[in-house]
Structure formats: structure tokens, C-alpha cells
């Protein structure tokens, strides 16, 4: 089966987290994406949140491991296996490398299709409407580690 390297970040702001309406997938999901060529999975993290929600973000990783000659990648949450089903490749696979990161600038627009969450919405499974009036839930693994992203970064 094709597989893919993706990078995904859960933005937490104010207690809450980031979600926009993804129209290939029909799902609420958090900033993500390819991670391109000569790109490590926390550079192509910061890119995608840049690109797809036009704000800087700082990766949060428990990773302490220093060495005087080696450079180190921050350690994801959670490193996942989605099956997907695109019109051009067809069934492949994402390994989704999740972080969790927080705004570098606190005054924060967000663009018109991306929307906070807080922890009680998640955890009602709160059913957000998109803008063509559908109305659904995060997925499971969205709000599982949406609740975990809050609780860790929210101070």
C-alpha cells in the first residue's frame, strides 16, 4: 500500500483548539499536511499552520535529549496510520506525525473557515456546523487528542 509522511498540529489558544471543515475528507480537523522533500516532520507542521491558518506556531514536545554533535527532532504525541481514500492516488495511507503547539503571537484573527473548540464541546461531541449548513462531529482520534492538547498546554 502507498504511504504518505503527513505532520498535523493541534493549536491550543485560550483553552481551546483550532478546527477547520476539511472538504476532501468530510471531517473537522486540526491544521496538516505533506510533509514535503528535505522537511522534517515539525517543519512541515509550522508550514501547514502558517499556510492553512496564516499565524506562526511554536512546537510543545517533552523531547530533553541534547548531544554537542547532533541535532534532535521534538518527539510528536502521537504517531498515527490513517487509511485514505483520494480521486487520484486512491486507498493509501497517512503516517501522521501529531504535535501539539501553541500561537507565538497572542493576538490571533483566525481565517473565516476555521473555528475554537473547548474542551466541554469536545467532550459533549457538540456537533459543528460547516458552512454548507452539515452538521458533524470531530472524529474520534480529533477529539481524543484535542482534549489531551488542552490539557497539557493550557496554563
Known amino acids: 500500500m502507498i504511504k504518505h509522511f503527513t505532520s498535523t498540529v493541534f493549536v491550543v489558544h485560550n483553552q481551546k483548539i483550532a478546527l477547520h471543515w476539511h472538504k476532501k475528507v468530510s471531517e473537522w480537523l486540526p491544521a496538516g499536511g505533506h510533509i514535503d522533500k528535505n522537511e522534517t516532520p515539525v517543519e512541515a507542521g509550522i508550514r501547514e499552520v502558517s499556510e492553512e ?12 535529549y541534547n548531544f554537542d554533535e547532533i541535532e534532535t527532532v521534538p518527539v510528536p504525541e502521537a504517531i498515527l496510520i490513517e487509511s485514505v481514500r483520494d480521486d487520484d492516488i486512491g486507498e493509501h495511507q497517512h503516517i501522521d506525525f501529531v504535535y501539539f503547539g501553541v500561537p507565538v503571537n497572542n493576538s490571533i484573527i483566525l481565517l473565516s473557515d476555521w473555528i475554537w473548540i473547548s ?7 457538540l456537533k459543528l456546523t460547516n458552512s454548507n449548513g452539515l452538521s458533524k462531529s470531530p472524529p474520534e482520534d480529533v477529539i481524543k487528542l484535542g482534549l489531551q492538547a488542552i490539557n497539557k498546554l493550557s496554563l
Open 119 to 125: 474542551a466541554d464541546e469536545l467532550i459533549s461531541e
Open 53 to 64: 491558518m496564516g499565524i506562526e506556531v511554536k512546537i510543545i514536545s517533552n523531547s530533553n
